[in-house]
């Protein structure tokens, strides 16, 4: 699950890690008095206003200003608020921005006393071990940084068993040239940002830019935070933080229903139960002549409700020209999954799109029967091979 930059800072300052100040505002009025809060609290007339959307790039697109005054930060709110904000992460369209933040300025003293550095913190599946990646080079050009300049690119593992060691702060303080109060203040951030990483489940930790403070003091002046998905029940104070709309409408009614739904390109819906059979069933379909229009896993405990939902989902895309389904009866049974088409059809109505239906695996023959018996013009077959080339001929 994403998360807002406000969001991520609030996760982030609850585990000791050091976020300029910041206030959320909905409209012009509420950036004005935000903007006031803060110069009583730091005595400085700059802020910072900030576009709050799931996409990096910002300030490429004109969702990040300098405000000089208070005035100025209505003004500049009520032109980025409701803006379609284009950065290099979102699609053609943009993302309509519905917040912004109001934020403490830190380059204080001349953005020359002012160093930017990259750092975030993932996972390294290939050696299964926490990844601290860093460069003493950040801001909005760290992409030509790892382009052009990759030596300049630093990682340090950690393994989860042990967690962050204090030698390890301290050589990546050093790598990133840092001395003095900054080195310092540097292993304390990077202790924090770990800490609050492992605590809360976080997939991504992308902090760009880290900034040192001509008075050598560390902030972490952007956050984007990914969440596990798995691990929210663990969380119910990140749960709340899920903006639904920053996600696509039909990915959120998917979920209502259990159902992992990824929209994709194609022509061809699928519907198919495990996460490794719907990868297999998109590789085939594409090695057929066919595009994938979707990701689509209803589960192991597929019942007909929800194969019905599946199929309407899927129908919501108008792209579809063809819809797979490929179910293996493990656990699920495939006469649930058959009487799961026969009624999406009759609740649906006329489906136009053939359907081309593979079962295999528990009560598959009793599955087939359900189908044969109900009249509906639907193709069926043995091997996946076959369904792939089944929906090739009926997309020609």
């Given at each position: 699950?994403?998360?807002?930059?406000?969001?991520?800072?609030?996760?982030?300052?609850?585990?000791?890690?050091?976020?300029?100040?910041?206030?959320?505002?909905?409209?012009?009025?509420?950036?004005?008095?935000?903007?006031?809060?803060?110069?009583?609290?730091?005595?400085?007339?700059?802020?910072?206003?900030?576009?709050?959307?799931?996409?990096?790039?910002?300030?490429?697109?004109?969702?990040?200003?300098?405000?000089?005054?208070?005035?100025?930060?209505?003004?500049?709110?009520?032109?980025?608020?409701?803006?379609?904000?284009?950065?290099?992460?979102?699609?053609?369209?943009?993302?309509?921005?519905?917040?912004?933040?109001?934020?403490?300025?830190?380059?204080?003293?001349?953005?020359?006393?002012?160093?930017?550095?990259?750092?975030?913190?993932?996972?390294?599946?290939?050696?299964?071990?926490?990844?601290?990646?860093?460069?003493?080079?950040?801001?909005?050009?760290?992409?030509?940084?790892?382009?052009?300049?990759?030596?300049?690119?630093?990682?340090?593992?950690?393994?989860?068993?042990?967690?962050?060691?204090?030698?390890?702060?301290?050589?990546?303080?050093?790598?990133?040239?840092?001395?003095?109060?900054?080195?310092?203040?540097?292993?304390?951030f990077v202790n924090a940002l770990y800490n609050a990483y492992v605590a809360s489940d976080a997939t991504l930790f992308e902090i760009n830019p880290v900034v040192k403070?001509?008075?050598?003091?560390?902030?972490?002046?952007?956050?984007?935070?990914?969440?596990?998905?798995?691990?929210?029940?663990?969380?119910?104070?990140?749960?709340?933080?899920?903006?639904?709309?920053?996600?696509?409408?039909?990915?959120?009614?998917?979920?209502?229903?259990?159902?992992?739904?990824?929209?994709?390109?194609?022509?061809?819906?699928?519907?198919?139960?495990?996460?490794?059979?719907?990868?297999?069933?998109?590789?085939?379909?594409?090695?057929?002549?066919?595009?994938?229009?979707?990701?689509?896993?209803?589960?192991?405990?597929?019942?007909?409700?929800?194969?019905?939902?599946?199929?309407?989902?899927?129908?919501?895309?108008?792209?579809?020209?063809?819809?797979?389904?490929?179910?293996?009866?493990?656990?699920?049974?495939?006469?649930?999954?058959?009487?799961?088409?026969?009624?999406?059809?009759?609740?649906?109505?006329?489906?136009?799109?053939?359907?081309?239906?593979?079962?295999?695996?528990?009560?598959?023959?009793?599955?087939?029967?359900?189908?044969?018996?109900?009249?509906?013009?639907?193709?069926?077959?043995?091997?996946?091979?076959?369904?792939?080339?089944?929906?090739?001929?009926?997309?020609?």
């Amino acid at each position: 699950m994403n998360l807002h930059e406000y969001q991520g800072k609030q996760i982030l300052e609850s585990y000791g890690v050091q976020v300029p100040l910041g206030i959320v505002a909905s409209n012009g009025e509420e950036a004005y008095q935000a903007a006031k809060t803060l110069y009583e609290k730091t005595q400085s007339p700059y802020c910072v206003v900030k576009a709050q959307i799931h996409a990096g790039g910002r300030g490429k697109g004109g969702g990040v200003k300098l405000a000089k005054s208070a005035d100025e930060a209505r003004e500049l709110a009520e032109k980025i608020i409701g803006m379609q904000l284009v950065t290099p992460q979102t699609s053609a369209e943009g993302k309509k921005v519905g917040k912004v933040l109001i934020a403490q300025d830190i380059y204080y003293d001349g953005a020359t006393k002012v160093r930017e550095i990259y750092m975030s913190i993932l996972l390294n599946r290939v050696t299964g071990r926490f990844m601290v990646m860093y460069s003493p080079h950040g801001g909005m050009d760290i992409e030509k940084v790892a382009e052009e300049t990759p030596d300049e690119i630093f990682t340090e593992e950690i393994d989860p068993k042990v967690g962050i060691q204090a030698f390890q702060c301290r050589k990546i303080a050093f790598n990133l040239g840092l001395s003095g109060n900054a080195f310092k203040e540097m292993t304390v951030f990077v202790n924090a940002l770990y800490n609050a990483y492992v605590a809360s489940d976080a997939t991504l930790f992308e902090i760009n830019p880290v900034v040192k403070t001509s008075d050598d003091k560390i902030y972490a002046v952007d956050a984007k935070v990914v969440i596990d998905n798995n691990a929210l029940y663990r969380h119910p104070y990140i749960a709340e933080m899920r903006d639904l709309t920053e996600e696509d409408p039909i990915e959120v009614e998917a979920s209502k229903f259990s159902l992992n739904y990824v929209k994709l390109d194609g022509n061809v819906g699928c519907m198919v139960n495990g996460a490794g059979l719907a990868m297999a069933t998109m590789d085939i379909i594409k090695l057929s002549g066919g595009d994938p229009a979707n990701f689509l896993d209803v589960g192991g405990s597929a019942n007909a409700k929800r194969v019905e939902e599946a199929f309407r989902i899927i129908l919501k895309d108008p792209n579809v020209k063809a819809i797979l389904l490929n179910i293996f009866g493990g656990i699920v049974r495939c006469d649930r999954v058959a009487q799961g088409v026969v009624d999406a059809y009759k609740n649906i109505g006329e489906i136009k799109v053939p359907i081309i239906v593979r079962l295999q695996g528990t009560n598959a023959v009793e599955g087939k029967q359900i189908i044969d018996n109900s009249g509906l013009k639907v193709f069926g077959a043995v091997t996946l091979e076959d369904a792939a080339k089944l929906v090739t001929e009926v997309l020609k």
